[in-house]
């Protein structure tokens, strides 16, 4: 039967350094997602170069945005990978 939280401290979860460390990190991937969404769309007339014989603001949208999401979600994943293990390193291991 799977522990329950609130029997494994007296304290919420979200106030342990893991869980403010997770939302720190969702916070600024949040941050970093918009930034990347928002601001070449505002610039997208400005950017009218050519790039690989397309127009450089259809190349932002079509192949720039899509990698970096994957590029966001990559890092989110292996830094709460090394953070899950690190917990678990801390609790005793399994």
Same mark, same amino acid.
């Given at each position: 039967m799977p522990e329950s939280r609130a029997s494994s401290s007296s304290s919420s979860p979200a106030s342990t350094p893991y869980w403010r460390r997770n939302?720190?990190?969702i916070v600024l991937l949040l941050v970093v997602w918009a930034a990347l969404?928002?601001?070449?769309? =505002?610039?997208a007339r400005s950017l009218s170069f050519d790039f690989i014989g397309w127009p450089?603001?259809?190349w932002m949208a079509? =192949?720039?945005a899509p990698?970096? =999401?994957l590029i966001l979600?990559?890092?989110y994943a292996r830094v709460?990978?090394?953070a899950d293990r690190r917990a678990d390193e801390?609790?005793?291991g399994r």
């Open positions: 939302v720190w990190l969404t928002f601001i070449p769309s =505002y610039f450089f603001s259809f079509a =192949y720039g990698l970096a =999401y979600i990559a890092i709460m990978n090394r801390a609790k005793g």
